[in-house]
């Protein structure tokens, strides 16, 4: 075997089946349809050989498809080169061989969620068969059995708009931002230069948080599991439970952050007198070799605080006022990450299994300021639910917001998305949760004072 066919192997094998099924999408205007029933990236390659668009002496459509599916890693650990490299080859005249409308259905494709593909295959109901929908499973089969019924075309989006005018308007208005800017432009498969360059596009390092460092700093995680202490000492507290499936979500942050080349370091059941000087430990370091500094706290919790083991109250803004440019100089400049897992009211609502990180409803707490985050730049708070809400924990599988944030930081650092992109998603994906048993919901928020753009690439 020739290393040209070696390498296209290797990259096989590193390829999920939804990277298989989006880039044979991309490839639909490419590859004649009488040659469309490919089941694996490896008869999708030898497809495109077969039709001239992959050889050894010129490898770039398979860098395009990378760059689309938004992998990353292996752009550069199977071809040595970086996605900024391929997306400026695309602006080449006749190079980019993808047309721009299919990267427009696979990003819309992205950003659906299950119970919106419900709803878009019941308004389709009048425009394709029931026969045909049936057999619908994703996103992306919709816009196929679109196109085959006629109804889809590059040229012809109407029916495309309707639909998402139905379930998301910002998916409506990616839409139109693509019609309006094909008015006046070339070849669809081409990436028009830009006559007035931004200051992104000039200087993107000036926008992005450097993020280049190896460990890129210390991922602190605190987790709390056993409250028998609270419960014996605090008689507000006698229903407080332990946080089982708490050991699942270390076990992902730890797994996540490790991969983002981050220095993990784990407490368990730390008192609410221990919490503050273990973080201050931390605020009290040198960071100077270090990009970034995160804090996973994982605890049941009220508004604006969270819970020690033994009952007793945190205020959140304390704990992440030790990391300000006065008290922690090291990390001036640098984006410093808080992700909170507790509950932000005082309703507990019993589920089994899933059950809540909220503490007893007679419990009051102090009285907090309204902000959590320092009143300075570089600071991120994810919070997993917002001001007087619950948050819900599967006492087997973890809890939503912490496995969902860990999956989407994992899908989607390698395709070099920013955290403001990955918290939208999660934001919609927990949002779309529900505990059936009460019909509750889940909303987190995430609170930044960030200046730049913060993306963990993984090269």
Known sequence: MGDFHFLLYSICNELRPEDVCSMQFLCRDLIPHR???????????????????????????IMELLFYIQRNDLLWNKL???????????????????????????????????EELKAIKKNLHNKISKSKLDKVTSMLDIFIEMENTGILDENSLENLKDIFRETDENLLKKINDYENSRIGSGSPC?????????????????????????????????????????????????N???????EEDEESLRRVFTLLRFETVVYKDLKGDQIL??????????HEKSDCFICCILSHGNKGVVYGTDGQSVAIRVLASGFS????????GKPKVF??????????????????????????CAKMEEDLTPEEPDFLLGMATMKHYLSYRHTKEGCWYIQSLCRHLEEMCPRGEDIHSILTRVNKDVSSKNDKRILGKQMPQPCATLCKKLVFPIN
Not at 35 to 61: P, V
Not at 197 to 223: F, H
């Open 80 to 114: 040595q080169i970086k996605r900024e490299v391929v997306q400026s080859q695309m602006g080449i005249p006749g190079k980019a061989k993808i047309s721009r409308y299919r990267n427009l259905l696979l990003e819309l494709k992205e950003n659906v969620t299950n």
């Open 240 to 246: 407080m439970k332990d946080r089982k499936g708490t």
């Open 277 to 286: 000087p273990t973080i201050q430990l931390y605020s009290k370091q040198d």
């Open 35 to 61: 040659h469309q029933d490919i089941h694996d990236a490896k008869h999708l390659f030898l497809a495109l050989q077969k039709h001239g668009l992959l050889d050894k002496d010129n490898m770039f459509i």
């Open 190 to 238: 081409e990436l028009q230069e830009n006559p007035n360059p931004t200051e992104a596009q000039l200087e993107p390092t000036k926008l992005v948080y450097k993020m280049d460092s190896c460990p890129r700093g210390i991922c602190l995680i605190i987790k709390n599991y056993n409250f028998d202490t609270a419960r014996q000492e605090v008689p507000e507290l006698y």
């Open 339 to 364: 992700f909170i897992q507790g509950c932000q009211g005082r309703e507990y609502h019993r589920a089994v299994p899933l059950e809540s990180d909220a503490g007893n409803v007679s419990l009051g």
């Open 325 to 332: 440019r006065l008290k922690c100089t090291s990390l001036a």
